[in-house]
């Protein structure tokens, strides 16, 4: 089992930035892949960003590329999502996630833990 916990969202106005930080306890296999989703309100959650922990090969949702970098501290065991750029339709709950093996995915089904959440406000 891993434990992960979300932290670093907030306020911020358009165009500013956040890190967003993962920090994953328990069983933290190598073999694992981490991934970042969001959901706003009345919508579906939906695929943000992924990193496998060891090799540290990085997925990104397309509208997120260019504006959204992944990073990793294995010796911390946390995942970073430095956001840039932001803009009000980045405003959700933002979620880490686990799937235990090295492979990517941006399904939601396909992640076996998941974090509590971090909200982001993006105002205009």
């Known amino acids: 089992q891993v434990q992960l916990e979300e932290s670093g969202g907030g306020l911020v106005q358009a165009g500013g930035s956040l890190r967003l930080s993962c920090a994953a306890s328990?069983?933290?296999?190598?073999?694992?892949?981490m991934g970042w989703f969001r959901q706003a309100p009345g919508k579906e959650r939906e695929f943000v960003a992924g990193?496998?922990?060891?090799?540290?090969?990085?997925y990104y949702q397309d509208s997120m590329k260019g504006r959204f970098t992944l990073s990793r501290d294995n010796a911390k065991n946390t995942v970073y999502l430095q956001m840039n750029s932001l803009k009000p339709e980045d405003t959700a709950v933002y979620y880490c996630?686990?799937?235990?093996?090295?492979?990517?995915?941006?399904?939601?089904?396909?992640?076996?833990?998941w974090g509590q959440g971090t909200q982001v406000t993006v105002s205009s």
């Open positions: 990193i496998t922990w060891s090799g540290g090969t990085t």
């Open positions: 996630a686990v799937r235990h093996v090295p492979y990517g995915s941006s399904r939601v089904a396909d992640f076996a833990s």
């Open positions: 328990g069983r933290t296999y190598s073999s694992n892949y």
